[in-house]
Protein backbone atom coordinates (compact mmCIF):
# COMPACT_ATOMS: atom_id res chain seq x y z
CA UNK A 1 0.00 0.00 0.00
CA UNK A 2 1.11 3.75 -0.46
CA UNK A 3 0.06 6.32 2.48
CA UNK A 4 0.17 10.31 1.02
CA UNK A 5 -0.21 12.68 3.31
CA UNK A 6 -0.93 16.59 2.58
CA UNK A 7 0.43 19.35 4.01
CA UNK A 8 0.46 23.31 3.37
CA UNK A 9 -3.22 24.16 2.69
CA UNK A 10 -4.31 27.62 4.62
CA UNK A 11 -5.95 30.85 4.31
CA UNK A 12 -4.40 33.17 1.51
CA UNK A 13 -5.81 36.17 0.33
CA UNK A 14 -7.09 36.63 -3.54
CA UNK A 15 -4.03 37.06 -5.54
CA UNK A 16 -1.97 34.86 -3.26
CA UNK A 17 0.35 32.00 -3.76
CA UNK A 18 0.60 28.50 -1.62
CA UNK A 19 2.29 25.51 -2.09
CA UNK A 20 0.79 21.94 -1.29
CA UNK A 21 3.00 18.90 -0.82
CA UNK A 22 2.13 15.36 -0.78
CA UNK A 23 4.30 12.88 1.03
CA UNK A 24 4.30 9.34 -0.14
CA UNK A 25 5.16 6.49 1.79
CA UNK A 26 4.80 2.96 1.65
CA UNK A 27 5.34 1.12 -1.33
CA UNK A 28 6.60 3.98 -3.58
CA UNK A 29 8.28 2.23 -6.37
CA UNK A 30 4.61 1.04 -7.56
CA UNK A 31 3.18 4.87 -7.86
CA UNK A 32 2.76 5.56 -11.79
CA UNK A 33 1.31 8.81 -11.94
CA UNK A 34 0.47 11.14 -8.94
CA UNK A 35 -2.45 13.96 -9.30
CA UNK A 36 -4.13 16.75 -6.86
CA UNK A 37 -7.79 16.86 -6.53
CA UNK A 38 -10.14 19.26 -4.69
CA UNK A 39 -13.80 19.71 -3.80
CA UNK A 40 -15.69 22.48 -3.05
CA UNK A 41 -18.94 22.14 -0.42
CA UNK A 42 -21.77 20.54 -2.08
CA UNK A 43 -19.83 20.15 -5.72
CA UNK A 44 -17.82 17.02 -7.03
CA UNK A 45 -14.40 16.16 -6.82
CA UNK A 46 -12.41 17.84 -9.66
CA UNK A 47 -9.31 17.32 -11.03
CA UNK A 48 -6.73 19.92 -10.65
CA UNK A 49 -3.38 18.53 -12.41
CA UNK A 50 -1.67 15.22 -12.56
CA UNK A 51 2.20 14.32 -13.45
CA UNK A 52 3.28 10.85 -14.24
CA UNK A 53 6.58 9.53 -13.99
CA UNK A 54 7.71 10.79 -16.38
CA UNK A 55 7.31 14.11 -15.51
CA UNK A 56 4.24 14.35 -17.84
CA UNK A 57 1.67 17.14 -16.72
CA UNK A 58 -1.67 18.16 -17.48
CA UNK A 59 -3.85 20.66 -15.90
CA UNK A 60 -7.71 21.43 -15.80
CA UNK A 61 -8.64 24.69 -17.79
CA UNK A 62 -9.27 26.36 -14.57
CA UNK A 63 -6.04 26.74 -13.04
CA UNK A 64 -3.72 26.30 -16.41
CA UNK A 65 -1.51 29.16 -16.27
CA UNK A 66 -1.65 29.54 -12.84
CA UNK A 67 -0.66 26.04 -11.00
CA UNK A 68 2.29 24.20 -11.35
CA UNK A 69 2.64 20.29 -10.40
CA UNK A 70 5.78 19.07 -9.86
CA UNK A 71 7.47 16.04 -8.74
CA UNK A 72 10.51 14.67 -6.83
CA UNK A 73 11.23 11.00 -7.12
CA UNK A 74 13.77 11.05 -4.43
CA UNK A 75 12.33 12.26 -2.02
CA UNK A 76 8.53 10.69 -2.86
CA UNK A 77 6.80 14.01 -2.67
CA UNK A 78 4.60 16.08 -5.17
CA UNK A 79 4.67 19.48 -5.19
CA UNK A 80 1.74 22.31 -6.01
CA UNK A 81 2.35 25.57 -6.98
CA UNK A 82 -0.51 27.56 -6.72
CA UNK A 83 -0.17 31.18 -7.73
CA UNK A 84 -2.92 34.20 -8.59
CA UNK A 85 -5.35 32.20 -6.12
CA UNK A 86 -9.21 33.22 -6.64
CA UNK A 87 -12.11 33.03 -4.14
CA UNK A 88 -13.30 29.82 -6.49
CA UNK A 89 -10.12 28.16 -5.90
CA UNK A 90 -11.34 27.67 -2.13
CA UNK A 91 -11.93 23.54 -1.40
CA UNK A 92 -10.19 20.47 -0.32
CA UNK A 93 -7.41 19.58 -2.07
CA UNK A 94 -6.35 16.06 -2.23
CA UNK A 95 -3.78 14.14 -3.32
CA UNK A 96 -4.10 10.63 -4.88
CA UNK A 97 -1.51 8.27 -6.24
CA UNK A 98 -1.94 5.80 -9.33
CA UNK A 99 -0.17 2.19 -9.70
CA UNK A 100 -0.34 0.56 -13.03
CA UNK A 101 -2.25 -2.55 -11.51
CA UNK A 102 -5.65 -2.42 -10.72
CA UNK A 103 -7.00 -1.38 -7.04
CA UNK A 104 -3.65 0.72 -6.85
CA UNK A 105 -5.40 4.16 -6.19
CA UNK A 106 -4.79 5.46 -2.66
CA UNK A 107 -5.82 9.03 -1.71
CA UNK A 108 -4.55 11.31 0.95
CA UNK A 109 -6.61 12.96 4.06
CA UNK A 110 -7.02 16.38 2.01
CA UNK A 111 -5.50 19.99 3.24
CA UNK A 112 -8.41 22.96 3.29
CA UNK A 113 -7.30 25.79 1.60
CA UNK A 114 -9.25 28.85 1.71
CA UNK A 115 -9.07 32.40 -0.58
CA UNK A 116 -10.73 35.04 1.06
CA UNK A 117 -12.18 37.84 -1.02
Known amino acids: QVQLVESGGGLVQTGGSLILSCAAS????????MGWYRQAPGKQRELVAT???????NYADSVKGRFTISRDNAKNTMYLQMNSLKPEDTAVYYC???????????WGQGTQVTVSS
Open 26 to 33: GITFSINA
Open 51 to 57: INRLGIT
Open 96 to 106: KSSGLLPGTDY
